[in-house]
């Protein structure tokens, strides 16, 4: 870990912290989310201004997956990945739903595809059955 990566008595905000880690491309966006509930600490939800401490577990919804994260280092300026990298671990348990998750919407999405595109019949088909319900 760099200089700036601190282990003792800082005082570091959550957004700030979010945004550092690298699991949101700005601060704006990181305190959006946490105001909006997407990161939370043991189901309660917290504020931008929260502080972060090392050993705390974290929620952090993004997208259609939510991450559960212990903060392992500190550091109030963002560096490059692999150093960002160093400031969380996600737990075991959650890489394992989200990859499950991620499985049942791959397989989901495989089986509403169309098999091919609508010819000529079909687009007449549905043509009329518009007219019809109108």
């Given at each position: 870990?760099?200089?700036?990566?601190?282990?003792?008595?800082?005082?570091?905000?959550?957004?700030?912290?979010l945004w550092a880690a690298r699991l949101f491309k700005t601060r704006s966006i990181a305190k959006q989310a946490v105001e909006t509930g997407k990161?939370?600490?043991?189901?309660?939800?917290?504020?931008?201004?929260?502080?972060?401490?090392?050993?705390?577990?974290?929620?952090?919804?993004?997208?259609?997956?939510?991450?559960?994260?212990?903060?392992?280092?500190?550091?109030?300026?963002?560096?490059?990945?692999?150093?960002?990298?160093?400031?969380?671990?996600?737990?075991?348990?959650?890489?394992?739903?989200?990859?499950?998750?991620?499985?049942?919407?791959?397989?989901?999405?495989?089986?509403?595809?169309?098999?091919?595109?609508?010819?000529?019949?079909?687009?007449?088909?549905?043509?009329?059955?518009?007219?019809?319900?109108?």
């Open positions: 870990m760099s200089k700036d990566t601190e282990t003792t008595n800082s005082i570091i905000r959550l957004d700030k912290w990161v939370q600490s043991a189901g309660n939800k917290l504020k931008p201004g929260r502080d972060v401490s090392i050993g705390m577990e974290l929620d952090v919804r993004q997208g259609w997956d939510t991450r559960t994260i212990v903060v392992k280092g500190l550091s109030e300026h963002r560096r490059g990945a692999p150093e960002a990298a160093l400031l969380y671990e996600e737990t075991q348990q959650s890489i394992d739903k989200r990859t499950q998750l991620a499985e049942q919407r791959r397989l989901h999405a495989q089986l509403e595809q169309p098999i091919a595109k609508p010819d000529k019949k079909d687009r007449r088909l549905r043509t009329a059955m518009k007219h019809y319900a109108e």
